[in-house]
């Protein structure tokens, strides 16, 4: 028992190397778990803003394309469309379009420029995607209908400019997404200039 003096010097050398080694350890498990909550490349391009050509919606027509995995309409608006906006205000739940979209778009169309309409394609009741009916007096929506949205799943419908009819199921009108013109015939969705 004689030589079990304890060397202090090499006792605290073997301290800071496991230590040093586990701090190591920690930090090589550490990165990878903190790495997989970041989103990836496919998630940051699904989220990303959507660039589209209007030029090539015939008058009267709508497209759809995808922003963050939800259906935007974009709708090419005839004069007779825009017309008969103004006509059944007084149906309508929110006919100044008081919400659902950005302050540029608070006007009677609901839109930067009138003949483009830009909303996201989802009922604001249980977010069911309505069918177009984009033709007044459209077979099954009655001689009185100006032309719209019917969302098959509770009956709610919305004018040409996504606001909704009083009575229907959806308690405010769709959604305007952030957007804004790159040019005359191209729409940036998901970015509207003022950091949206």
Request: net charge negative; with cysteine; proline share 9%.
């Amino acid at each position: 028992m004689e030589n079990q003096e304890v060397d202090q010097g090499k006792r605290r050398f073997l301290i800071a190397a496991t230590a040093a080694m586990g701090g190591v350890a920690t930090i090589a498990v550490a990165v990878p778990f903190v790495k997989s909550m970041l989103p990836s490349e496919r998630a940051k391009a699904a989220g990303a803003p959507v660039e589209v050509d209007v030029s090539k919606i015939e008058t009267g027509a709508m497209i759809t394309v995808e922003w963050q995995g939800k259906p935007v309409w974009i709708v090419n608006r005839s004069k007779e469309m825009l017309e008969l906006l103004t006509n059944h205000n007084d149906k309508l739940t929110d006919p100044d379009g008081l919400v659902q979209q950005p302050d540029y778009c608070k006007t009677p169309t609901r839109s930067i420029k009138p003949e483009y309409m830009v909303v996201v394609g989802i009922c604001t009741h249980l977010g069911c995607s309505p069918s177009p009916k984009l033709k007044p007096g459209e077979e099954g929506m009655g001689a009185d209908w100006p032309g719209g949205f019917f969302c098959p799943c509770h009956g709610s419908k919305f004018d040409l400019a996504g606001r909704v009819f009083q009575g229907s199921p959806a308690p405010t009108n769709l959604i305007v997404p952030p957007y804004q013109y790159l040019s005359d015939t191209r729409v940036l969705i998901g970015e509207d200039g003022k950091g949206a």
